[in-house]
């Protein structure tokens, strides 16, 4: 089932038309690439996502539920989460005091049914092979060494439908393919992720799907091996001649 369904979604801001018209749905536990040109309107359509902006025109239906004009805070309690392009992590705290701060921002019962929330920070740290730098200010890490942080606390957050910008963004090759491999545990978790990227290869090798947005309309869907090999896609990258 539809886990996410954007329909008709449209956004004006100054005059400026920003999102035109997009319609999409993500299916429960799939892996989706979200690409396009700078300017395309991807992260602009993730603001409107998880709550930051509101659409002009359209709607957002979460677990079958029209969420499009619930606050961001209301979309994070429901099981949406967002990891930001520029790195959402308090660098003067610690790795353990970074994950403690997400989990008890949860509600009461959600908190309670984690168990020993201690347990849950050490568990959360092993899982992304930072367990050894958790007395650690967050600040000091590498940037993939950032993200993998980032990502692990939402997960453990009890977030169900992933929000990634650009999640491998100025991140060493070697933090990539481990940024990929956490994005494939999430995906065997049965959770669903929409990804923001401009690195294709990266895109082809994490996602069931690839969605191209081109001066904010949906011009490709697909799978990645389809996607690549489309003629528009092509032209909106590298301006090959449509007539020839």
């Known amino acids: ?18 999102l035109k018209n997009i ?4 299916e429960e536990g799939d892996v989706v690439g979200l690409i396009g040109p700078n300017g395309s309107g991807k992260t602009t359509l993730f603001n409107v996502l998880s709550g930051f902006l509101v659409p002009t025109h359209g709607s957002v239906h979460f677990r079958g539920q029209d969420i499009t004009g619930f606050s961001p805070s209301k979309r994070a ?11 959402g992590i308090f660098r003067e705290m610690t790795l353990e005091e970074n ?11 959600q908190r309670k049914a984690l168990g020993n929330l201690k347990e849950v920070v050490q568990g959360t740290l092993e899982m992304v092979g930072l367990s050894g730098h958790a007395k650690k200010k ?7 060494q950032m993200r993998l942080l ?32 956490l994005i494939s545990e999430l995906k065997r978790d049965r959770k669903t992720v929409l990804i923001i990227e401009h690195d294709l290869p990266f895109i082809s090798r994490v996602c ?37």
């Open 1 to 18: 089932m539809s886990i996410l369904a954007v329909t008709h979604l449209s956004l004006t801001l100054q005059d400026q038309h920003i």
């Open 23 to 26: 319609s999409l749905s993500v």
């Open 77 to 87: 309690h429901m099981g949406i989460g967002r990891v930001f392009q520029n790195f």
């Open 99 to 109: 994950v403690l701060v997400a989990l008890e921002a949860l509600p009461a019962e």
């Open 138 to 144: 967050a600040g000091s890490l590498s940037g993939g």
């Open 150 to 181: 980032e990502i692990a606390r939402t997960l453990k957050s009890g977030k169900e439908l992933f929000l990634l910008d650009e999640p491998t963004a100025g991140v060493a090759p070697k933090m990539t393919h481990q940024v990929g491999d």
């Open 208 to 244: 069931d799907r690839v969605i191209v947005l081109n001066v904010g309309e949906v011009v490709l869907d697909g799978k990645p091996s389809e996607v690549k090999q489309h003629r528009k896609l092509q032209e909106i990258y590298f301006g090959a001649d449509p007539t020839s």
